[in-house]
């Protein structure tokens, strides 16, 4: 049996434990995460879209292919609308002009890709303190160069929210490795961004 969802099963289970379930119904299922693809296979999805619009490139198709793969995290939903982006323009499309056109996805205001999904989901998933909680761990992340360690993070975060505790930070932000917003390093356990498309958006929407 295969059992998937889009909204996080533990997020489903915690609201369950809030009524007082107290079971664990998924204690025998291995969980498996889907992560985007390969570098070579994102590439060669943005070629097979590039060569079935017809988009005329200024370099190496490979190239401009690689290149629109890495912008997009090597997500396929990302490596699609980056490309209709890049279709919606005529081309030719050349490796340098991919990050413009990203940035002009994430900043359309219609947010063709739902970039917004990302801060709307905390509203919906979140208890009201964790998602302030959430907000600001993921701004300071967002606004510091390069990865942050938990102690600077809460420091961050105690900017904005002075009572803030490390345990609860803590069980929030394991909530937001879960959901895909950070990554941990597992060598020294600073915190990044888990898919840079997202990270650029974050930037931009709560700069």
Known sequence: MVFTGSVGLHL???G???HGYASAPTNDLRTIEVPPLDPEDGARLARLLIDGESLPCCEDPDRVSQRIAEAAGQIPFYIHWLVARLVVTGG???SEAVNTHLQLLISDPNDPA???YYRRRLDTYYERCEAA???AGLDAVAAHEGPLGFDGLLNLVRHRQPSAQPDALRDVLQLLERD???VRSPS???YGFRHSPVERWWKFARS
Do not use: M, N, Q
């Open 114 to 116: 739902d970039f917004g």
């Open 180 to 182: 895909h917003y950070l």
């Open 16 to 18: 369950l434990r809030k």
């Open 133 to 135: 909680l959430a907000l």
């Open 12 to 14: 489903v289970l915690k």
């Open 92 to 94: 030719p499309v050349s």
């Open 188 to 190: 020294i356990g600073e």
